[in-house]
């Protein structure tokens, strides 16, 4: 992701332009990434017309125009599903007739496994599931992959290329895919969560709502950028501002009476079984 400059791009066409959709448009919009073209629908006209006036994209909703969707993938190499997952179905069924052979459909929808969704499309097209996540906007998302049966490793080159654009690529078996979501997927809600909760016990302590975005927010942004360059273990970190016997030390013995690690792993558990209902449909 560090260097997108040069990347080339086939024609993409994005359907649903929520979060997620808008968060991947992001990085294909960004400087030095050069798409064949940028097709985009939505449901609802306004978000459609918000993109309408984007240098290189061309918007339609579905809301006007009962053709937008097979008018956006016509033509179209690579055709990226960000609908809800529920809606995932009706939108393949939708499209089927009016995908080239060769097109490329990855959904970003969490739970519909590629198996379902290659049954509702002919076999000249490869289905590839991704998982990214919101940090998409500012491009540093991390995003799963995981192949269908029928896709080729040229397809899922041109898929790797297209989201890192927006961040870093982790390829994994479909298996796994799940998996990876309740990490990484919905991994920024659970950081958010833990920022508004440590906000809130500074307001508490008498500090402006500002002061304590300022602690808060500097303290996530710093912390996860010395993890990172350092390269050292969290464990090691956390240890180095836990001063023995020292006020540190005091607040992780009443956060570790949570135990955290059971927490996130009933969380995660949780998110995973919602999936398998997803993809039950
Ligand atoms: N949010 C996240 O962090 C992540 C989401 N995902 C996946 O991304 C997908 C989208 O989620 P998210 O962006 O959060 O949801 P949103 O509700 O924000 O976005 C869905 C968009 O799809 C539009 N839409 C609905 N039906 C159609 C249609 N038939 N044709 C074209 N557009 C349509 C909606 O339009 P309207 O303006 O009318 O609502 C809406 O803008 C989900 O499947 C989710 O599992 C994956 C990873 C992370
Ligand atoms: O909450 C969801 O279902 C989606 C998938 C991962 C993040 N958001």
Do not use: C
Request: net charge negative; charged share 20%.
């Amino acid at each position: 992701m560090d260097d997108v400059q040069n990347v080339t791009l086939p024609t993409i066409a994005m359907l649903g332009a929520g979060s997620m959709g808008r968060a991947i448009l992001s990085g294909l919009l960004a400087p030095g990434v050069q798409v064949a073209g940028v097709r985009v629908t939505n449901r609802s006209e306004a978000r459609a017309a918000e993109l309408a006036g984007t240098p290189g994209v061309t918007a339609y909703a579905t809301e006007t125009q009962a053709d937008a969707n097979r008018l956006a993938v016509d033509g179209a190499q690579v055709v990226i599903v960000a609908v809800k997952p529920a809606m995932v179905r009706d939108l393949l069924a939708e499209i089927t007739g009016s995908l080239a052979p060769g097109t490329v459909v990855v959904s970003v929808a969490a739970g519909v496994n590629t198996e379902t969704m290659e049954s509702l499309l002919p076999d000249s097209v490869s289905v590839v599931r991704a998982m990214p996540n919101t940090p998409a906007v500012v491009g540093k998302a991390v995003t799963g992959v995981s192949a269908g049966s029928r896709t080729d490793p040229d397809d899922l080159e041109v898929v790797r290329a297209l989201f890192e654009t927006v961040g870093e690529v982790v390829e994994v078996p479909e298996s796994q895919l799940d998996a990876l979501s309740t990490i990484s997927g919905s991994g920024p809600a659970y950081v958010f969560l833990l920022i508004e909760a440590l906000t809130e016990a500074a307001v508490q302590k008498g500090f402006t709502p500002e002061q304590a975005a300022t602690l808060v927010n500097g303290t996530f942004l710093g912390a996860s950028e010395l993890l990172v360059s350092s390269g050292e273990d969290p464990a090691e970190l956390r240890r180095r501002v836990t001063s023995p016997n020292g006020t540190t030390e005091r607040a992780i013995a009443v956060l570790s009476e949570a135990d955290l690690p059971a927490l996130f792993a009933r969380a995660t558990d949780a998110a995973l079984a919602r999936a398998r209902e997803l993809a039950a449909g």
